[in-house]
Structures are given as structure tokens and as C-alpha cells.
Nanobody, 125 residues
Framework: VQLQASGGGLVQSGGSLRLSCAASRFTLDYYTIGWLRQAPGKEREWVSCISNTDGVTYYEDSVKGRFTVSRNNAKSTVYLQMDNLKPEDTAVYYC???????????????????WGQGTQVTVSS
């Protein structure tokens, strides 16, 4: 199982980036794909995920309305469209694969089985 994240870069506040997560050596249909990020000096945090069974999407509160996750199984790729970026979005972004992604009480459960390497996103003010 291999995941390759790309699309990061430097953008001004209010700008947009689209991250891609390309899967190889496994069938994307069988996995829920999620995005996580880690800012300098902070713990890694979950950002978003998209179910492989029904396409349901979940977002961390701070990115709701600004980020959109989508998947193209035919291309074995998951995308994270990031609009209206803020300096606090600066982080290394990782994509990961998990058996599922679901809401439980007030939390979203996403427990990765496989990780891709990260891609740096830097938002300048």
C-alpha cells in the first residue's frame, strides 16, 4: 500500500491550494481516505475524511466551509481543495487510509492503517 501526497506550497492568506493523494498497490475503493496535518510544535490533528462506501465526508470544525474533500476511484486519487486559507492552516499535510470514518458522539473516528508522506502547506499573512 502506497499513498503519495502532493500539491502543497506557499500561498497568501485567502488563497487556495488543492492537495492530491494518489494511491498505488491497492484498490482505493476498499479504504476511507483522510487528511491530517501537523503544525510546528503541535500534535498531528485530523482534518477531513471521505468514506469509501457512501462518499460521506467529515471535516474538522476549523476547516468547515473552506475545505472540500473528494475522491476519484477511477484515478485512485483523493483531493483536498483548500480555499480561503489562513496562516493557522500552515502545516505538513498527510493523507492516510483507514477501514472507515464515522461520527461517534461529538467526535469523528478515523484510525489510519496506512500513511503517505507529507506535503508542506505554508500560508503567509
Amino acid at each position: 500500500v502506497q499513498l503519495q501526497a502532493s500539491g502543497g506550497g506557499l500561498v497568501q492568506s485567502g488563497g487556495s491550494l488543492r492537495l492530491s493523494c494518489a494511491a498505488s498497490r491497492f484498490t482505493l475503493d476498499y479504504y476511507t481516505i483522510g487528511w491530517l496535518r501537523q503544525a510546528p510544535g503541535k500534535e498531528r490533528e485530523w482534518v477531513s475524511c471521505i468514506s469509501n462506501t457512501d462518499g460521506v465526508t467529515y471535516y474538522e470544525d476549523s476547516v468547515k466551509g473552506r475545505f472540500t474533500v473528494s475522491r476519484n476511484n477511477a484515478k485512485s486519487t483523493v483531493y483536498l481543495q483548500m480555499d480561503n486559507l489562513k496562516p493557522e492552516d500552515t502545516a505538513v499535510y498527510y493523507c492516510a487510509a483507514a477501514p472507515s470514518c464515522f461520527r461517534h458522539d461529538n467526535s469523528v473516528i478515523f484510525e489510519p492503517s496506512y500513511w503517505g508522506q507529507g506535503t508542506q502547506v505554508t500560508v503567509s499573512s
